[in-house]
C-alpha cells in the first residue's frame, strides 16, 4: 500500500512562510491525484488544496486562496504546498493524501482518498 510521508512543519511567525512536502516510499506519486488537508484540535478536517496528476488542475479552499500554492516535481515523485503570509489560524496538524480515482472523490473532504500520511504540525503563533 502506498505510504506518505509529509516534511517541512514547524513554529512560524504570522506573516511567514513554510513549505511542505509530499512524498511516497518506495512508490511514485506522478499518476495519483494528491491532495493537502489539515485538521486543527477541536475541529473537523478541512481541505487545502488539490492538485491533478499531471499538474494541470489545482483547487484551493477559499481560506488559503492567494496565500498557498500546491505544485508537485513528478521527477522528484514529491508534492509540494508553499504556504505564504501564514494566520495564526492556519494552525493545525497538515496531512497528505492521494487518490487514483479521475473523478470519484471530493477535495474538500478527504471522502476517496485512499492513502494518508501521518502528519505535520504546523503552527503559526509569535
Known amino acids: 500500500q502506498l505510504q506518505l510521508v509529509e516534511s517541512g512543519g514547524g513554529l512560524v511567525q504570522p506573516g511567514g512562510s513554510l513549505r511542505l512536502s509530499c512524498a511516497a516510499s518506495?512508490?511514485?506519486?506522478?499518476?495519483?491525484?494528491i491532495g493537502w488537508f489539515r485538521q486543527a484540535p477541536g475541529k473537523e478536517r478541512e481541505g487545502v488544496s488539490c492538485i491533478s496528476s499531471s499538474g494541470g488542475s489545482t483547487n484551493y479552499a477559499d481560506s488559503v486562496k492567494g496565500r498557498f500554492t500546491i505544485s508537485r516535481d513528478n521527477a522528484k515523485s514529491t508534492v509540494y504546498l508553499q504556504m505564504n503570509r501564514m494566520k495564526p489560524e492556519d494552525t493545525a496538524v497538515y496531512y497528505c493524501?492521494?487518490?487514483?480515482?479521475?473523478?470519484?472523490?471530493?477535495?474538500?473532504?478527504?471522502?476517496?482518498?485512499?492513502?494518508w500520511g501521518q502528519g505535520t504540525q504546523v503552527t503559526v503563533s509569535s
Open positions: 493524501a492521494a487518490t487514483l480515482s479521475f473523478s470519484d472523490y471530493d477535495w474538500k473532504t478527504g471522502t476517496g482518498f485512499d492513502s
Open positions: 518506495g512508490f511514485t506519486l506522478n499518476y495519483y491525484t
